[in-house]
């Protein structure tokens, strides 16, 4: 965020945070765009009204190195600004005074349209399986299952590997972290839970002395 509004920076930052995200504020814009290279944020918020700088040659300059989504704030509410902000490549705009919840709404929904989701890569399918792994929600037949987060990583691990093998060194490895102590037989009684809560036991195989493999291909029959 560059921002030199004491009390708008440190309101909007808090939103954010609580929203989720990690704020950096710089109070001009020499700092700002010095933050900016060095940090290489997902986002900036950019105040057009800064004491060393014109916001919209600000806003050129992060334009020019690079393509970081900018949400403009300004105190101008003249048609001609927004068009002009527009322009210069930012993604949003918001007249001051403004609701913090708007503007983190409004960075969410810029983030969204900045890193779009390829549902490819996100959900993986399984005949009636769907593993989200962006949402970390899974569906079996037309219903969510509810996991804790070993359980769901688990069967993401899993899941990545249709048909494959997955050994219960590299579940180990993957899901606990090689920091971890326990032993292979955490996996298993992990594996087991899964089992349990997914309600179809055949859908994880075990491979004797070696770790587990889940179905490919449809499994739409019923248990
Ligand atoms: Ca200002």
Do not use: N
């Not at 704020?23 to 290489?40: N, P």
Request: contains cysteine.
């Amino acid at each position: 965020m560059i921002e030199d509004d004491e009390a708008i920076g440190s309101l909007v930052g808090a939103y954010l945070e609580q929203a989720g995200f990690d704020v950096v504020r710089e109070c001009t814009g020499e700092a700002g765009l010095d933050a900016v290279e060095r940090r290489q944020p997902r986002f900036v918020v950019l105040d057009l009204g800064l004491p060393d700088f014109d916001g919209f040659e600000l806003c050129r300059r992060l334009r020019g190195s690079g393509d970081v989504p900018i949400l403009i704030l300004t105190a101008r509410d003249e048609e001609a600004d927004r068009i002009i902000g527009l322009e210069l490549g930012a993604d949003d705009y918001l007249t001051k005074p403004f609701s913090p919840r708007e503007l983190v709404a409004r960075v969410r929904a810029v983030l969204r349209r900045a890193e779009p989701v390829t549902p490819e890569s996100q959900v993986i399918a399984l005949g009636d399986l769907r593993v989200d792994l962006r949402s970390r929600r899974v569906m079996l037949g037309g219903l969510t299952v509810g996991l804790r987060t070993l359980e769901f990583e688990l069967l993401a691990e899993l899941a990545r590997h249709p048909g494959q093998v997955v050994t219960r060194d590299r579940l180990l490895d993957r899901v606990w972290g090689l920091s971890f102590a326990g032993g292979t037989r955490t996996v298993d009684v992990h594996v087991a839970q899964l089992r349990k809560k997914l309600g179809r036991p055949d859908l994880i195989q075990t491979v004797r002395g070696v770790g587990y493999r889940i179905l490919e291909g449809p499994v739409s029959r019923e248990a």
